[in-house]
């Protein structure tokens, strides 16, 4: 089991960014393939951006070219550099680990999550 804590969240203004970063404890952090979901008040949790543990991306549509995951296995932690934020991105931002994934979009293969990070975003 992986321990994981977001941090970076905000109250940020339309075609802001943010850099979101997620910290993991208790686990060897290399071998766990890694991604970022949000949920929304009455959403389902949708997947944001994922990165393997060998560091292939893969992002959802809705985020492609403004959101970049990365990864410094040094340091353990994950980060989620956020461009050209819109309101529609306003979510509380989670954290999620696990190795051996098969579906990385699906949030049901990932049994370590963080508590999450809010992100607001103005019109």
């Known amino acids: 089991q992986v321990q994981l804590v977001e941090s970076g969240g905000g109250l940020v203004q339309a075609g802001d960014s943010l850099r979101l970063s997620c910290a993991a404890s208790?686990?060897?952090?290399?071998?766990?393939?890694l991604a970022w979901f949000r949920q929304a008040p009455g959403k389902e949790r949708e997947f944001v951006a994922a990165i393997s543990w060998s560091g292939g991306t893969t992002y959802a549509d809705s985020v492609k070219d403004r959101f970049t995951i990365s990864r410094d296995n040094a340091k353990n932690a994950v980060h989620l550099g956020m461009n050209s934020l819109q309101p529609e991105d306003t979510a509380l931002y989670y954290c999620?680990?696990?190795?051996?994934?098969?579906?990385?979009?699906?949030?049901?293969?990932?049994?370590?999550w963080g508590q999450g990070t809010q992100v607001t975003v103005s019109s």
């Open positions: 208790g686990g060897t952090f290399s071998i766990y393939d």
């Open positions: 999620a680990a696990q190795r051996g994934t098969r579906r990385r979009e699906s949030p049901q293969e990932y049994t370590n």
